[in-house]
């Protein structure tokens, strides 16, 4: 029988402990195994190779996206770099020009040390992807929905484009889990996680996950995991586990709240435009709807000129002003200042992320409670500039 991801989140192969019925995974700190004779090895031999609570949840997370098999890391930044050493110098990655900053590092930084080239494009618009296809291009690079203007990019399309050239796509599937998109389905050849967010959602624990399809490059990765040596703490594998089985009934109640906010801000007077692909008013609006589940509970915002930002952010008081997001908690993050702070202001206006532009991941909290800390740090932002040309004419006076 084929359960829904719903019921395969707390009904999969490690519902309970196969030795003693523990219906919690149990935690395995043994950084060695003993080996019973000189030339027969158990499953496992050394903590960095395998270790039974780690390959728990690199099962859940494989079962989950509907890959052959997968791996945590110590970080999404660890899963995303060991993934890059599948290619080899001389060859050509196309990524997404809003992918997460620290990827944006990571390729122009990095691989560009050891000769691997890179170009940034528009994936959500095909003909520019194809005019930059080079003859080495070995590697396409998603994120979608992008960050943090969620643009949405056509997995399938860019797939099969990569596979007529014989090259890879991976899908940095961070904002929406395998609760709403499965990118392996959609033709893509690798799956990767910041499990910090969603997957593990309650802001304690830094990990990252990544998920093949095909078992020839699923064994590549294993090497290179092995090889790397960034691999996830059992605690921490422990604590995605656990996050994981709430992941269905956490993201339907922040998409709910998320829909109803994006609604208010578009409505709002003070604010000057909304990003969030549940709106029929987003270019990506169809194309979301096709390949994925929902929209994610992840939207940005722009105050309009004489709102002032500052007042803004000071005056809220329920949601948590950080970078990260995905958490029970809701996260407002300002992108000029945060995850792209690293980003030539030039660069960086180009890609529309303005000075006026705001990220919410939107938590657990009575919708209506956001709503009205909202409605009175709007209210605030929008006569602030006023209430300074009083004081600021008084003070003549
Ligand atoms: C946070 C994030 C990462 C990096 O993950 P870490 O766990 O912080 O290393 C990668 N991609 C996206 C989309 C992210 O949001």
């Keep these: 029988m084929s359960y829904s991801f719903q019921t395969k989140l707390l009904h999969n192969q490690h519902k309970v402990d196969k030795s003693n019925g523990a219906v919690s995974v149990p935690i395995q700190h043994a950084s060695t195994f003993h080996q019973s004779d000189i030339d027969s090895f158990g499953k496992y031999d050394y903590g960095r190779s395998a270790n039974p609570t780690r390959e728990a949840l690199e099962e859940t997370i494989a079962h989950l996206e509907e890959g052959t098999r997968g791996f945590a890391f110590s970080s999404g ?11 080899s110098q001389g060859d ?11 990827t944006y590092r990571m ?35 998603i994120e979608t929905p992008s960050n943090p203007l969620l643009k949405v990019t056509d997995i399938s399309a ?13 899908v940095d599937n961070t904002f929406l889990t395998p609760a709403l998109q499965k990118p392996l389905e959609l033709g893509a050849d690798l799956v990767l996680h910041s499990a910090t967010k969603f997957l593990s959602g309650h802001s304690d624990v830094v990990a990252g996950l990544a998920v093949a399809k095909d078992p020839v490059l699923a064994e590549r990765l294993a090497f290179l995991q092995n090889s790397f040596g960034a691999v996830l703490g ?40 909304v990003y969030f692909p549940g ?69 960086r206006l ?17 919708v209506d409670d ?4 909202f409605d009175q740090a709007l209210h605030l932002a929008a006569n602030a500039f006023t209430e300074q040309r009083r004081v600021y004419h008084g003070n003549l006076r």
């Design 77 to 87: 930044m660890a899963a995303i770099s060991t993934s890059f050493l599948l290619l």
């Design 92 to 102: 050509h990655v196309l990524i997404s020009e809003d992918v997460y900053g620290g």
């Design 107 to 141: 390729v122009s930084e990095v691989l560009s040390r050891y000769g691997v080239t890179h170009t940034f494009v528009d994936m959500t618009n095909i003909d520019s992807v194809k005019n930059a296809i080079q003859p080495n291009t070995k590697l396409f690079y």
């Design 158 to 170: 860019i797939s099969a484009l990569a596979k007529s050239i014989d090259a890879l796509t991976f």
């Design 234 to 273: 059992v605690q921490d594998a422990w604590l995605v586990l656990r996050g994981l089985k709430t992941l269905h009934v956490r993201l339907e109640q922040s998409i709910k709240s998320a829909n109803k906010l994006a609604h208010y801000f578009e409505k709002h007077a003070a604010i000057k435009s």
């Design 279 to 347: 709106l029929t008013t987003h270019p990506g609006f169809t194309l979301q709807h096709r390949q994925a589940q929902g929209p994610g509970a992840v939207l940005s915002f722009e105050l309009k000129d004489g709102v002032d930002l500052r007042t803004f952010v000071n005056s809220l008081e329920i949601p948590v002003f950080a970078v990260s997001l995905g958490a029970v908690e809701s996260i407002l993050s300002f992108p000029a200042k945060m995850s792209h702070a690293a980003m030539p202001e030039a660069e």
């Design 350 to 366: 180009k890609r529309g992320i303005s000075n006026s532009l705001l990220r919410l991941s939107v938590g657990l909290e009575q």
């Design 370 to 373: 956001l709503i009205a800390d």
